[in-house]
Every structure is written in C-alpha cells, then in structure tokens.
C-alpha cells in the first residue's frame, strides 16, 4: 500500500466513527422515519428467516407504517436487498454498526475510484469531502437504505471500468453484473438511474469495441438482469403477482410516472411539480453537500474543465444528472435529509469538486502515482492541464497554498458551524427520541408485562416512538395499539388472555391505566 492508501483507510476508519457518532448521539440508534421504521420491522422478520407473515388480529390497530397486509399476508412494501442486510446486523446484535461500516467502505471506494479516473490528489480529496460532507455523514447514521445503494453504485462503477475500459478480464464483469443485480433488489429505480449512462456506453461497446469488450457488456447486461429479476419472484411471493408494485398496496396513487393517479395532487404528477422538487432538492443539496451554504457547487464547474479530456470522469460525473432526471418522474421530494435520492450518486459531486480543487491548486500531472487509465498517465486522466496561471512562476509557487487555505477555511467553517447545527436540527426528529420509551424500562412497567398497551394518540409518531420495544410477532414483553375504539379493551383481552391491557397516554408518560382516564 502507498502512503496515499494508508491516508485513505485512516479516512474510512474516521467515516466509520464519524456516522456512528451521528447514529448514537443525534438518532439515539432508532428510527425516526416511518421508512425506517418498516425498514427495521423487515430486517426483523428476515432475521427470523421469514420475508412474510400472517397477518395479525386487529391488524389496523397493530400498525407498523409501510408495512402492508394483503390477502392475509403481512409484509413491508420495501424491496428485500436493504432489510436482509440490515437482517444480518439484527442477528449478529450490530444493527446499528451497519450504514457506519458502509460509510467506511464508501469512503474508501470513492477514493479507489478517485485515484483510477483521476490520480491519487483526486481520490484524497474526494475521499475527505465526502467524509464531511453533512449530506453523507446524516444518512450515514440513520437507518435508511441509501449507505447501501451508495457503496453498491461506486462497486458498480469502478467494476465497470475494470471490466470495460481496462480490459481486466471476466472477474470484473462478473463482480460487476452481481452488483448491479444486487442494486436491483434494493433500490431498484435508482440501480436503473445510475447504470442508464453506463447503458449508453455499452451500448456503444457493442456497435464500435472490441470483441472480448462486447462480450463483457454482455455479461454484465445478463448477470444484473438474472439477478435483478429476484425482485418480480419477492413480489409474486408476497403479493401473489409478480407485477403488483407492493409501493401500492399501501398508497395506490405511490407510483413512477405523470399524469392522473400519480402522486397527490388532483390533476396527477406534472413536469412543473418535478421541477418544483428537483430545485427545491438543488437549493438543498448546495448547502448540504459540504456545508458551505449556498455554494457547495463552487468548485464542480473547475473540475468539469479539468476533466474535459477525461471521458470516464465526465461520464461517471454524470451519475448524478441521470437520478436527477429519472427522480423526475417521483411525485414526491426528499429534503429531510437533504436531497437523499441523489445520494447514490453523491461521488460525481464529490469527485468533480476534488478535481476543480486540483486544478486550480495545480496538482494534477503529480498525481498520478496509482492505477493507470487505459495506459495513459496522469496528465491524460486529469485533462491535460494542471490548473491556471502555468506560465507565471511566481502564481505557480503560491496558487496550491492559496487554494489548500481557501478549502480548508471552507471545511472549518463547516465542521464548526453548519455541521453542528445541521444535526442538531435532526435530534429528535418528529418528537421521537429513547426517552419516549424510559417509562416502559421502569421496574414499575416491568412488573405489568406481559402487557398490551393502547396508545391514546393522534399523530403516529407518538405510538411509532414505541415500536422499537416491540417485534413483528408479537411476543416481546410490551406490544402496542394505536388508538382507542369502543370495546377494543375487551378484545384484546379475549385476544391475549396472557397479558394486561392497559391505556396509555403520552401526556402522562409514566402512568399506566387499566381502564381509559377519567375525563377532567
């Protein structure tokens, strides 16, 4: 390993730490969204070794948001590639280590694929931006499937290139088929936005490459399908047709597309209220992305001039454009958590923005120390220019520390200010946090289990603070309904004539009723 590996590995180890800290310290290890709420109820059963379940008694009652039943069956309406990994993490105890340890490996990749495309300057560069960038570290400690999809997308495309560009034999192909399928069972749509530029080129493989190139594009093409396909056999398992989207069962109008029926709006989904979502997501993203408010972007247009020879850097650059353009056809914006279904594609920005930086700090042609691309060195990778002002020594000499003071100045202000507040601002999140459920760890609560507990509440995030207590089958020591009904009480005696029935109220944490509370 070279010294810019090691640097490297310190920064995914950092990554790890880092995104770890955010899933103790700001999401107190649980979930907030009702994604990651359905997420972790999946994980939960495939753990168990089961991917459906019969429905429960009362199922309205016993809700677990996105997760659906239909025809007696019990299932969340996610893809199974994301909750049989976070599975993995359930059953070994580390569910909560598992978007953190992703977070390393993306890190690291983002780096390998930095230093194939564009040396290693490049690949150190993107490597620590991504490691602060506040985009990358809050959905690095959730529990959301995008770490994956993220980590999934740079082995796709640095498989790719080994396959395709470099010529480096079946391996490459295979392994990066298996991704790309893999991809397909977790986040579908985004696994198709992201290899469509792929598609492009390989389709130009096809018609104008070399034999054993068409063939690999082939491979690839054929893997990723057969194992994508897995998705239509998960879906006929659960639902009993391989084509009925479980999305839905759950809002019917949650599907791709425009026009009446999609989304909420009565007129159906339109390209002015994609256009709404997507420079809503921009506004986002140019703050989110390295925490520089408002000109997170500053440096990519550098780094599109300093690749403009580089025909891998501008085609792996325009991952990011593709999910903008496919997520077009989503009725719905993500900004949460900043605009999280580009995430996947979060290394175009980081790697273009490196490259500008590089640029301008005149450290492209001594960057080449690590793989070649095609055989070319460094200077070609970088687009055969080291940045301005080559002709004057004198800017040539203080132009790398100017630009090393300014980017540092510009994470510094980040990690003191706009990172702190950013999480802060998740803390929380939704009312939800550990202490909702203190008052079920009480040796006074202990003493009622087993117990069914009805939460007398209006918003779901006050009963979906509570699910974490409990399993998708109903055998943990407290379990939980949402809402009250008439003679709801007595059915569930009848029900569970093992277990107490108490009236729970989130106003009054600390006290258990066994009948409804008396009105004041």
Not at 184 to 192: D, E, Q
Not at 215 to 222: E, F, T
Not at 312 to 341: D, E, H, K, N, Q
Request: glycine content about 12%; hydrophobic content about 50%.
């Amino acid at each position: 390993m070279s010294r810019s590996d090691w640097i490297a590995l310190f920064l995914s180890f950092l990554a790890i730490l880092a995104a770890y800290l955010v899933a103790d310290r700001v999401f107190e290890r649980m979930p907030h969204l009702e994604d990651e709420i359905a997420y972790v109820w999946q994980a939960r059963l495939t753990a168990a070794g089961q991917v459906t379940m019969d429905t429960p008694p009362l199922a309205k009652k016993f809700l677990i948001p996105f997760v659906v039943d239909y025809q007696g069956k019990r299932f969340g309406k996610y893809p199974l590639g994301w909750p049989v990994l976070l599975g993995v993490g359930v059953k070994l105890g580390v569910r909560d280590w598992v978007n953190p340890l992703l977070a390393g490996l993306a890190v690291w990749l983002t780096y390998r694929l930095g230093q194939k495309l564009m040396g290693e300057a490049v690949g150190l560069l993107a490597a620590g931006l991504t490691l602060v960038s506040p985009f990358f570290l809050v959905n690095s400690g959730s529990l959301l499937a995008h770490p994956f999809g993220l980590v999934l997308s740079l082995a796709f495309v640095i498989a790719w290139w080994d396959a395709v560009g470099e010529g480096r034999g079946w391996l490459a192909a295979v392994t990066a088929g298996l991704v790309l399928g893999v991809w397909g069972l977790a986040r579908p749509f985004s696994a198709l936005a992201v290899a469509f530029p792929f598609g492009v080129c390989g389709v130009y493989v096809l018609v104008r490459g070399p034999a054993a190139a068409r063939a690999r594009v082939l491979l690839i093409g054929g893997i990723a399908l057969l194992v994508a396909g897995l998705h239509f056999v998960w879906q006929y398992a659960a639902t009993g047709d391989a084509w009925l989207n479980p999305y839905t069962l759950w809002w019917p109008y949650d599907r791709i597309g425009f026009g009446p029926g999609v989304g909420v709006t009565e007129g159906g989904h339109n390209l002015r209220l994609a256009w709404i979502n997507t420079r809503h997501s921009l506004r986002v993203g140019a703050s989110d992305l390295f925490g520089w408010p408002g000109i997170s972007w500053i440096f990519l247009p550098f780094g599109v001039w300093a690749a403009r020879r580089n025909g891998r850097m501008l085609l792996t650059g325009s991952v990011v454009v593709s999910l903008l353009v496919f997520y077009l056809a989503y009725w719905i914006g993500a900004w949460l958590f900043g605009p999280r279904y580009q995430f996947e594609g979060l290394y175009s920005l980081t790697l273009l923005s490196a490259a500008g930086i590089a640029w301008l700090g005149g450290w492209l042609p001594g960057a080449g120390q690590g793989e070649r691309a095609g055989g070319r060195g460094a200077e070609a990778r970088a687009g055969g220019a080291s940045g301005p002002g080559n002709g004057d020594p004198a800017r040539s000499r203080f132009r790398p520390l100017g630009v090393a003071a300014l980017v540092a100045l510009l994470i510094a202000l980040n990690l003191v200010f706009y990172l702190p507040q950013r999480l802060n601002f998740m803390y929380g999140l939704y009312g939800i946090s550990r202490a909702r459920m203190a008052p079920f760890e009480t040796p006074e609560a202990q003493a009622l289990t087993p117990a069914v507990i009805i939460v007398h509440a209006d918003r779901w995030m006050d009963y979906g603070a509570l699910l974490e207590l409990e399993d998708p089958f109903l055998t943990t020591p407290f379990i939980f309904t949402f809402g009250d009904q008439p003679g709801l009480a007595q059915v569930l005696r009848q029900l569970y004539p093992e277990r107490g029935v108490y009236h729970y109220y989130p106003d009054e944490p600390y006290r258990f009723y066994t009948g409804e509370r008396p009105l004041e």
